[in-house]
């Protein structure tokens, strides 16, 4: 990720785990919902998880434009 | 509150019309073991595998081993799962020991858990010591279904409280007697003894189905830290079924827990042993917050100075081990974390635990699990008919992360291998 960042191409992580890039100074982390579905939620219905997708994707998108 | 583990030791095993303790021979009826297994619908076949220490063999696809208990006053075992659910850890328990129950199979998302009998690989674990009885089971409808995964995690525990029935008349080599009065102290007055007062923060793996530890019959994904009575441990209460994490952590050395069996044994002497705190390592980041929030206010109203804190699992569980670290630091608590690595391969990785803190100054290793091992090849391989992951046969030379020997490396510190200053 810092890599990324140091040649100049912006990079954003979606992770459950926020405490290890925030240690590691990663500059955009978006938190995702749980280690074994990171960007899903089997308790939801498919169209409230396809909106959960979504907006966890627009607040990555936004994030790169910080 | 007392338990006395009376120690039955088995030498051999063999095969014989009905299981009975013969001496120190334990002869077991395989379909004795079949007729457990048809109690589960699920379940369409069950083979049995007799394998011995010294054995020129491999066993594949482990998911867990048990070691066969049996309260004699209700000849069941496991509160919860076969016993009824009621407090445990008091009066007798017979223990059978030299033998695992081994249950092997693949379920989704499990991993590689191998043991080899004979050789280097056998030297790197504590169960290559053990006579196993593998257990190989087949779906009934070819489907491995949540429901098939809890019929084979009972019917593991019901043979292995069949074999320790055989036990019941025999005479004990051993009795261990366990005795700490009650978890936080009980009756003494706080630091009357000038020793220090320790705790054990125990986490449990619990992601969810197939990966989950099992806490008096029901599942730990949404356990809040509560406390935990020694004696429940090694009684039963807990259960493996967290199957799909690097670094199997056993029903067997669950209920022969290194930690707990050592804080106990130095109560009174070198330290207070207040008991311990029971806490999983949650699948959400909020929720691990909150774990290490509400573990470290158990602790402090124990009246801990100090604690032992184990993971139960790979990467993930680091956060779990460093949150809990942070926040038992800030309420006055001193601790010691105990951490298998994931230290590359030559063991040089840059970082050898996912998670860091500058609180967490006094880490004990358990082991490196990403280091590699080569093991020679076997006349037998039981369990399966391949290694996952590996292309060449099964009962060929492998190299492998020692992370998939079973007991190769130890989340709590059972392990066989050591480390020396020279």
């Known amino acids: 990720m810092n890599e990324l960042e140091r040649q100049g191409m912006p990079a954003v992580l979606i992770t459950t785990l926020i405490s290890i890039p925030r240690a590691l100074k990663v500059n955009r982390v978006v938190p995702g919902v749980a280690i074994p579905h990171l960007l899903g939620n089997p308790t939801l219905s498919p169209d409230e998880e396809r909106a959960l997708r979504r907006q966890l994707v627009l607040q990555a998108l936004r994030a790169l434009q910080s | ?422």
Not at chain 2, 20 to 49: C, F, K, Q
Not at chain 2, 261 to 279: I, K, S, Y
């Open chain 2, 1 to 422: 509150m007392v338990l006395d583990l009376e120690a039955v030791q088995v030498s051999q095993v063999a095969w014989g019309d009905r299981t009975a303790l013969e001496g120190s021979t334990l002869r077991v009826n395989p379909e004795e073991l079949r007729a457990i297994a048809r109690e589960e619908p699920t379940i369409g076949d069950l083979r049995v595998e007799l394998v011995n220490p010294g054995e020129s063999a491999r066993i594949v696809h482990i998911l867990d081993i048990v070691e066969p208990r049996v309260k004699p006053d209700t000849g069941t075992f496991f509160p919860g799962l076969l016993g009824e659910l009621r407090p445990c850890g008091e009066g007798r328990t017979r223990v059978l020991r030299g033998v695992g129950v081994t249950l092997t199979g693949r379920v989704p998302g499990s991993e590689e858990g191998l043991l080899d009998m004979l050789g280097p690989g056998a030297e790197l674990s504590p169960f290559a010591r053990l006579h196993h009885l593998v257990l190989v089971p087949e779906p009934a409808d070819g489907t491995v279904s949540l429901a098939y995964g809890y019929a084979i995690m009972r019917t593991a525990l019901r043979v292995a409280v069949h074999l320790a029935r055989a036990a019941l008349d025999a005479p004990a080599q051993q009795v261990e007697r366990w005795g700490l009065e009650a978890v936080g102290g009980g009756r003494r007055p706080a630091g009357g003894r000038g020793l220090p007062r320790v705790g054990y923060l125990f986490h449990l793996y619990s992601h969810g189905d197939f990966r989950d530890m099992f806490f008096y019959g029901q599942p730990t994904r949404e356990l809040m830290p509560t406390v935990l009575h020694p004696n429940e441990v090694f009684d039963g209460a807990i259960v493996s079924a967290g199957y799909t994490r690097p670094g199997k952590h056993p029903t067997h050395e669950t209920l022969n827990h290194p930690v707990l069996t050592e804080l106990m044994a130095r109560d009174g002497n070198e330290l207070e042993f207040l008991g311990a705190v029971l806490t999983n390592h949650h699948a959400g980041f909020a929720q691990k917050e909150r774990s290490a929030v509400m573990a470290a206010r158990v602790l402090r109203a124990l009246g801990a100075e100090g604690v032992v804190i184990t993971k139960d699992g790979g990467g993930q569980a680091d956060t779990d081990l460093m949150l809990a670290c942070e926040r038992c630091e800030e309420a006055g608590i001193r601790t010691v974390v105990m951490a298998m690595e994931l230290g590359g391969r030559e063991g040089n990785a840059e970082v050898a635990l996912a998670d860091s803190s500058p609180k967490a100054d006094l880490i004990v290793s358990t082991g490196n699990a990403s280091e590699y091992v080569d093991l020679p090849r076997v006349d037998r391989v039981v369990g399966g008919s391949e290694v996952a992951d590996w292309e060449g046969p099964a009962d060929g030379p492998i190299t492998t992360p020692l992370v998939r020997v079973v007991g190769g490396v130890s989340l709590l510190g059972s392990t066989r291998l050591g480390a020396i200053d020279f």
